[in-house]
T-cell receptor
Framework: NAGVTQTPKFRILKIGQSMTLQCTQD?????MYWYRQDPGMGLKLIYY???????DKGEVPNGYNVSRSTTEDFPLRLELAAPSQTSVYFC???????????????FGPGTRLTVL | AQSVAQPEDQVNVAEGNPLTVKCTYS??????LFWYVQYPNRGLQFLLK??????LVKGSYGFEAEFNKSQTSFHLKKPSALVSDSALYFC??????????????FGDGTTLTVKP
């Protein structure tokens, strides 16, 4: 199993450009999350999804959009890139918690984005 | 609102010595607590979690953590540090009223350096 995969690994954008960060998981997890990690800071939640067709905002959603058409994929869209969006982006998943279990998150390797 | 504080940006220890990485939290109700480790240019990896029960939880790579409800702390410990333990460590909290749907809040991270 590949777990959680993210593409691309690195990307440089110009101000105003758009792009989609891809996240795919083969763990059959319902819950998926997008975080950004700025230098010296913890992870900030951008958007999350509790299942296909359901998404919700996290702490820092402005400037981003998401969709969840399948269990496996949770792409993050930047419409008008700004320098403030320079960061490392992590996708994560969590199990469904059947039987009352509380599961940890599984993270992808990250996408390092620079906006110039 | 829930929050996590990791009061030390950096912890330095000598190989073979015990290590402690501190974490305090604030959350409504009973907490679910997690520790993750991040190696350079990698995603976060799960170390251990506290859900309920014994206050001392054991995790991967010889790490353990002690849940202290009265002090709202969840410090990460290891009896004998290895150079390979050098990494960035994150504490996270999730409210206990939901199993896996609840959103986690991460601390800003503590860089652990173990010197030979």
């Amino acid at each position: 199993n590949a777990g959680v995969t993210q593409t691309p690994k690195f990307r440089i954008l110009k101000i105003g450009q758009s792009m989609t960060l891809q996240c795919t998981q083969d763990m059959n997890h319902n819950y998926m999350y997008w975080y950004r990690q700025d230098p010296g800071m913890g992870l900030k939640l951008i958007y999350y999804s509790v299942g296909a067709g359901i998404t919700d905002k996290g702490e820092v959603p402005n400037g981003y959009n998401v969709s969840r058409s399948t269990t496996e994929d949770f792409p993050l869209r930047l419409e008008l890139a700004a320098p403030s969006q320079t960061s490392v982006y992590f996708c994560a998943t969590t199990g469904t918690g059947f039987g009352g279990t509380v599961d940890e998150q599984f993270f992808g390797p990250g996408t390092r984005l620079t906006v110039l | 609102a829930q929050s996590v504080a990791q009061p030390e940006d950096q912890v330095n220890v000598a190989e073979g010595n015990p290590l402690t990485v501190k974490c305090t939290y604030s959350v409504s109700g009973n907490p679910y607590l997690f520790w993750y480790v991040q190696y350079p240019n990698r995603g976060l990896q799960f170390l251990l979690k506290y859900i309920t029960g014994d206050n001392l939880v054991k995790g991967s790579y010889g790490f353990e953590a002690e849940f202290n409800k009265s002090q709202t702390s969840f410090h990460l410990k290891k009896p004998s540090a290895l150079v390979s333990d050098s990494a960035l460590y994150f504490c996270a909290v999730r409210p206990g009223r939901n199993t896996n749907a609840g959103k986690s809040t991460f601390g800003d991270g503590t860089t652990l350096t173990v010197k030979p």
